[in-house]
């Protein structure tokens, strides 16, 4: 035993002599790695600024909000009401099968009856639950946001409170920025941000119900950020869209109609979404709604204003066609109630408050006629799973087959 433990000692003795020197050499790469690492440092700050800027400022895109803040349609709106907190769990990526099974599990929550059928009041019923799911989630992430902008924790938070927080974010210093505030030293920020300070001073002002003291309680910082959670903040919601859409719809108030030449520099719609894919030279410019004689009132050729830009292949007059299709389409069904050929600020309004339940019928009724085959009024399994699509954002193949291997 002893001399089969002295082999052994003799053969590993010269990797044991090496070992000082290895950690010698495993010490002095992390090093060098820890000094080659400034880029990810500066990026990771960069993401902690970016979260933190998204933390504080009301977001841009609501879901189960009808229109966007710029006044586009809010194209995943019927993704949002039906799948509410699974609004992700139909990406591409997903095993077809899995996600088919998945649908059809939806398919039977809804159909609350079980005739394998689902009726218009069965999925308004749903797009209420559904749009609650995410009044929920947003009342969550208030909470969490307010607690990030009252750093006293008196429940309050001041205006100065929000803005110190808010050029922090932008990268000034929070302690400089505090210190000009209280001395009430004019502070040197750029011209966009200055535009958007203004901008969200105005919805400050709003979400502070009276009496006014610009200190928004956890309520009303909800309202500030969801506007669609309160009636006032809607109403100043509609309002600027129409306002908004005054000023853009001034720019197009001589423009060419559908079909002619346009021209104008190049813009995107909702969340980064190019609306038309712009050509050198040519592209879009943000129509939002153009209610181009001032009147506070949008009529049908102001709703479907097409942005202005050069069509210049088939593709891009396709895009054009269904833009003024679609919203031909919601405006004389969904959002003039009254059928008068003019929407009011009261009918869009109405038309975006998501806890409307005479809208959710509406919507329940539209969305089942999209996929409604046979015409029955109803939405059954395999109608459901062919436009798969349209409910989830995801296309899910060999519908038919599936349905009863799902059932």
């Known amino acids: 035993m002893v001399w089969s433990w002295v082999a052994m000692a003799s053969r590993w003795g010269p990797l044991i002599a090496l070992a000082p020197r290895c950690l010698w050499l495993l010490g002095a790469i992390l090093l060098m790695d820890a000094s080659a690492r400034p880029a990810n440092h ?35 709106f019927h993704q949002e009401v039906f799948l509410g907190k699974d609004l992700g769990g139909f990406d591409e990526d997903v095993e077809p099968r899995r996600s088919r099974r998945k649908l059809m599990v939806i398919f039977s929550k809804v159909d609350v009856n079980t ?52 050029l ?11 210190d000009a505030i209280r001395l009430n030293e004019e502070l040197k920020v750029d011209e966009e941000t200055q535009e958007v300070l203004e901008n969200l001073k105005d919805r400050w002002y709003q979400a502070d119900s009276p009496p006014a003291d610009l200190l928004l309680t956890e309520e009303e910082f909800l ?81 479907v204003s097409l942005p202005v830009g050069t069509v210049e292949n088939q593709q891009g007059q396709d895009i054009d066609d269904n833009w003024v299709r679609d919203r031909k389409k919601e ?13 009011t600020a009261e009918e869009l309004e109405s038309y975006m408050d998501p806890m409307n339940e005479y809208n959710a019928l509406n919507e329940a009724k539209q969305m089942i006629a999209v996929a409604d085959e046979n015409q029955n009024h109803h939405l059954e399994p395999e109608e459901v799973l062919k436009y798969s699509e349209f409910f989830t954002g995801s296309k899910l193949v060999d519908y038919a087959r599936s349905v009863h291997e799902e059932f």
């Open 42 to 76: 500066s990026s990771t700050r960069e993401r902690a600024a970016n979260r933190e800027e998204n933390e504080i400022l009301p977001p841009d895109h609501l879901n189960g909000v009808k229109l966007e803040m710029d006044g586009h349609l809010n194209r995943g």
């Open 115 to 166: 005739d394998r059928k689902i009726s218009a009041k069965e999925m308004q019923r749903w797009i209420m639950e559904k749009t609650a799911e995410h009044f929920q989630e947003a009342m969550e992430e208030s909470k969490t946001h307010f607690r990030a902008v009252d750093p006293d924790g008196d429940g309050h938070v001041s205006w100065d409170e929000y803005k110190v927080k808010f």
């Open 168 to 178: 922090a974010s932008k990268g000034h210093s929070e302690k400089e920025v505090a």
């Open 223 to 303: 309202s500030f950020l969801h506007p669609e959670h309160s009636r006032g903040m809607l109403r100043f919601m509609v309002k600027e869209i129409v306002r908004d859409l005054g000023e853009a719809g001034s720019s197009l108030a001589g423009a060419p109609g559908p079909g002619d030449q346009r021209q104008g520099p190049g813009i995107a719609g909702k969340s980064g979404q190019v609306l038309r894919e712009p050509q050198p030279g040519c592209g879009l410019i943000h129509s939002r709604l153009a209610d181009q004689d001032g009147d506070k009132q949008l009529s049908l050729p102001e709703f």
């Open 331 to 343: 405006f004389e069904e969904l959002i003039d109630s009254n059928h008068d050929g003019i929407v």
